[in-house]
Each structure stands twice: as structure tokens, then as C-alpha cells.
């Protein structure tokens, strides 16, 4: 509530202060309460050329012009303080009630008085200030850029993909950490250690958003799994809680577990926590929505029990051998393969494609056998995958079921599906659960049932057999959502250094 009270003052503000700047600059204040007209007068009492209404109409630039206007308003009163014009840009619903209301503040007519030239290192200051505090504003609110680091996407959204990623397309969610560094998500470039405080932590709040979450949109968000972070793998390739699951907590907590995932061996250094805006993001695409049952079933993924339509560009893993001396390496290449995927061949023993790739590749001389993997239910992945049940049979392809929590949905709970919704009620809305003599309390409380706080999602890579998604640590919650990737603006080929021209201004989240 007192988020949208704050964005009322915001704009309420606003036009309260041009109500009293305009009757100090001698025109009829009620022009400042008429949408688009008070625009127009506001330019022309600052004295801006008609470039700056074309300004105004055009998304995350009118940030900008809106925020110089602000500046401009200062000016022609004269004043000129660096910290003063600072503040202004931060809070102008304060500041320009504060200018129109100052008695002794006069109005200057920039046509006939022009504003004093300042001198070039106050403008550099001025100018760098100014794009810091416009670009949080825009990044925060509307949207961001980033770039595909990874082929767990493949061959949706491919690695050197660059997306503009929409905020307002769920809402822009509220900074929940207020100290850290702009322009930093959690550590500093170069130097190293955390861009912010931890202290205070803000409640989270969205604003409203254009659309929903729907099926298959391609979603940014925060890693769920990433509260406690391994420091050996901050980007969560490998988990605290897979750690746990392995070698047990106190082993885990001394920090001298050394792992080996196929590439040497890595000591796993002492885990360390985050705030849940400054979780790795991660994207995904979204399968499953709050209060749907689902199962995946020989790679198919069932939702209430009726299958629905796989991606087109979905990878899934291939068994394949080559006629001897074959170069693998370059004929993969040659057929689309990334080269991540290629060097991780001797590993996993697979090579991701989609159809259309398998199909293509299995013509080849070079290839004497191409065979898709579907990886059945095993006991011994019950400690490894979602819900981390000793002794559930279940794979990344014969997976669940599993039921995805809603707002307001009461839960039945029992020693059976507790595990599944533990970390809802604990980690994510902040309970306590323990379970005495066959019997579940919550916060204290015996209980067998549960109100949901929130909505919760259920997130698949599209590259199916080289993903770390909701198979491994559940559930995204409402409030780790970050925006919706929109559009690719460029793509550059890691492997080959050449742009993807015919990946620009692709639809990001197309399927």
C-alpha cells in the first residue's frame, strides 16, 4: 500500500509544483492539470526547441527529457547547486512544489535572461549524475539489457544473444535492496566483492504490469536456489543445496568440500547468502502456472494431465557415434552445434539437437548411428532432483508429478508432500515447519494445512538435457520475477565472432 501511495505522491507532486512554477512565471496554472498540454507549456517556459515534444513520446527516452526538464525548471530560476539540481532529479514531486512555492525563487524568462554558463567540469558532473540517476530509473522500471551466457536455451535463444528485457511487462518490481552501487546487480567489476548492503531489506511490492505471466513466455528471474551461494559457484551451476544433499551440511559449511563435475577438481570454498534481487538471473521458459498439476512423461510435458506442445527449437540428447576418423568437432559444427555443447560431448555422452538437427545429421556418412536418449525413472535420482525424495523414481524426462502453488490456494499437507511445498512455506514466505511424532507445525502451530502467499512457476530450459531448471530446485516464486525477455536486439556468434544478422529484433520469447 504505501508503494502506491509513494507513485500517487510521484505524479500528484509533479503537477503540484508546475501549478505554482507556471503562476510564478506569469501563465494560468490550471494548464499545468491538462494531460499533454501541460507538456507543451512546460517546454515552451523553459524555452526548448520542438525536438523535446518529440522526446516526450518516446518510451524510456521521455525518462530522460522529463528528468532535463526538471533540471531546465531550476535553471531558469537560477539556481544552479550541484547537490540542489542532484535532488531535484532524485525527488522533482518535492523539489518542484519547493520551486514554485519559495517566495524569494524568482522566475527568470530564459528569452530574455538566458540561464549563466556553468564551467565544463560542473557540466561533465552534471551530465554524469544525470544519466547515472536517469539509467537506474530505466533500468529498474522498464527495461534492461542482457546477454545469453549459457546453451540452456538452445536453440531458442542462442549464447551471444542480447535481449531487452521488458519490466512492465509483469510490473516493475520495488528495489528491495536501497544500498548498493547503480548499475552493479551483485558484485563489483573488476575488483571484486559485493556491489551492496545486505541491511536494510525493503518488503516486496510490484507495480502492475501490461500482462501476466503466460505459458511459454521466455522469463528472467532470480535464481531461486540462490540464497546461499557456493563461492566456488556464485552463478549456481552447482548448488549449496546439491551440496548439502551430497556431502552434508556441516561439511559443506567448513568450506573445504572439494568437487569434481567433469572439468577437475573444485573446492567449494565457504557458502555466503544473497537478497533476492541480487540472485543470479537466470532465464527461462516458462511451462507450468500457479495452480496447475504437472508430470513430464518420456520428455512430453503433461499439464492437468494433458499433454501440451513442445518448442519448436527444444534440444533434446542424442547417443551418437561416428564412422572412425571422423572430426566430430567440426562436423557438429558444421550442423549447428554450439561448441560448448561440443566440448561437453566426452562428458555427458550426448550431443544436444533439435529435430530438424537430428534429422539432418543422421544423413550424414560421417555418422554410423544417431539414437534419442530418453532417460527413464530412477530411485536414485530421488536425492538429486526436485523434491530431493530418497527413493523417487524420476528423471529430467520422467519427472513429477508435481503441484505448483497459487495465491490464496490452502494447501493439504501431509508427511508426503510436505517436502515438496517445504521450502514454499519456509525459505520463500518466511515460516517455520517442523514435524513431531508424525505430525506437521507450522510457525509453532499444529497444522495440516497451508494458505498460500504468493504465485509460484514452474521454468524449463529449452535445451532439456543441458538445463538447470525447476527439475533441479523447484519452484520460482512471484517475487524472483524479474521482466520478460522481449526482443534479441543483436546476436554475435561466440564461436565464430560473426553477428547473427538474422537474429536481430527477433522475438525473444517466440516458440
Known amino acids: ?44 517556459l523553459c524555452n526548448k526547441k520542438w525536438t523535446w515534444y518529440v522526446g516526450f513520446l518516446i518510451p524510456a527516452w521521455n525518462v530522460f527529457i522529463f528528468l532535463l526538464m526538471v533540471v531546465e525548471t531550476a535553471k531558469v530560476f537560477r539556481r544552479y547547486g550541484f547537490w540542489e539540481q542532484t535532488f531535484a532529479v532524485i525527488f522533482p514531486w518535492v523539489y518542484l512544489p519547493i520551486l514554485g512555492l519559495k517566495p524569494n525563487w524568482e522566475y527568470h524568462d530564459p528569452k530574455v535572461d538566458p540561464p ?148 577437475g577438481p573444485v573446492r567449494l570454498g565457504k557458502p555466503f547468502a544473497r537478497p533476492v534481487n541480487k540472485r543470479e538471473n537466470y532465464i527461462k521458459r516458462c511451462i ?28 533434446t540428447g542424442y547417443g551418437v557415434s561416428f564412422v572412425p576418423y571422423t572430426n566430430y ?25 533439435t529435430v530438424d538437427m537430428a534429422n539432418s545429421l543422421k544423413k550424414s556418412e560421417s555418422v554410423a548411428s544417431l539414437e534419442c536418449l530418453v532417460e527413464p525413472a530412477d530411485p536414485k535420482n530421488g536425492r538429486t532432483l526436485f523434491p530431493f525424495v530418497e527413493g523417487n523414481a524420476q528423471s529430467v524426462d520422467n519427472f513429477g508429478p508435481v503441484h505448483i502453488p497459487a495465491k490464496g490456494e490452502v494447501l493439504q499437507l501431509t508427511l508426503e508432500n510436505l517436502p515438496m511445498f517445504r521450502r514454499v512455506i519456509t525459505t520463500y514466505e518466511g515460516n517455520t515447519v517442523e514435524v513431531k511424532d508424525g505430525k506437521i507445525f507450522i510457525n509453532g502451530q499444529q497444522t495440516d494445512t497451508y494458505t498460500v502467499k504468493q504465485n509460484y512457476y514452474w521454468m524449463m530450459g529449452d535445451n532439456r538435457h543441458n538445463s538447470q531448471d525447476s527439475r533441479y530446485w523447484g519452484f520460482v516464486p512471484e517475487d524472483h520475477i524479474v521482466g520478460k525477455a522481449r526482443w534479441v536486439l543483436w546476436s554475435k556468434d561466440k564461436d565464430h565472432g560473426s553477428i547473427r544478422w538474422n537474429r536481430c529484433l527477433k522475438n525473444a520469447s517466440a516458440f
Request: net charge neutral; hydrophobic share 45%; no cysteine.
Open 288 to 315: 507450468g502456472l500457479p495452480g496447475e498439476d504437472l508430470q513430464v512423461i518420456d520428455q512430453v510435458v503433461y499439464i492437468n494431465g494433458k499433454p501440451i506442445k513442445t518448442p519448436t527449437d527444444a534440444q
Open 329 to 353: 568437432n567440426k562436423l557438429l559444427d558444421k550442423y549447428g552445434v554450439s561448441q560448448e555443447d561440443i566440448h561437453s560431448l566426452p562428458y555427458s555422452g550426448y550431443v544436444p539437437l
Open 1 to 44: 500500500m504505501i508503494y502506491d501511495i509513494l507513485l500517487i505522491l510521484y505524479f500528484v507532486g509533479t503537477v503540484f509544483g508546475l501549478w505554482f512554477v507556471f503562476k510564478k512565471a506569469g501563465i494560468a496554472p490550471w494548464k499545468s492539470l491538462v494531460p499533454v498540454y501541460n507538456i507543451v507549456v512546460w517546454i515552451k
Open 116 to 263: 549563466a554558463k556553468v564551467s565544463e567540469s560542473r557540466d561533465w558532473m552534471d551530465a554524469i549524475v544525470f544519466a547515472i540517476i536517469a539509467a537506474v530509473i530505466i533500468r529498474g522500471n522498464i527495461f534492461e539489457l542482457y546477454n545469453i551466457p549459457s546453451s540452456s536455451m538452445e536453440k531458442s535463444l542462442l549464447v551471444g544473444d542480447y535481449l531487452l528485457v521488458s519490466k512492465l511487462a509483469y510490473g516493475p518490481r520495488v528495489e528491495m535492496t536501497p544500498l548498493s552501487l547503480p548499475l552493479m546487480h551483485n558484485t563489483v567489476p573488476l575488483v571484486g566483492g559485493k556491489s551492496y548492503i545486505g541491511w536494510p531489506q525493503l518488503p516486496y511490492h510490484r507495480y502492475k504490469g501490461y500482462s501476466q505471466v503466460k505459458r511459454y513466455d521466455a522469463v528472467v528471474f532470480n535464481f531461486p536456489a540462490g540464497d546461499t551461494v557456493l563461492a566456488a559457484f556464485p552463478g549456481g551451476q552447482y548448488t549449496y543445496y546439491q551440496a548439502i544433499e551430497e556431502f552434508g551440511r556441516e561439511a559443506v559449511m567448513s568450506g573445504n568440500v572439494v568437487v569434481n563435475l567433469g572439468e
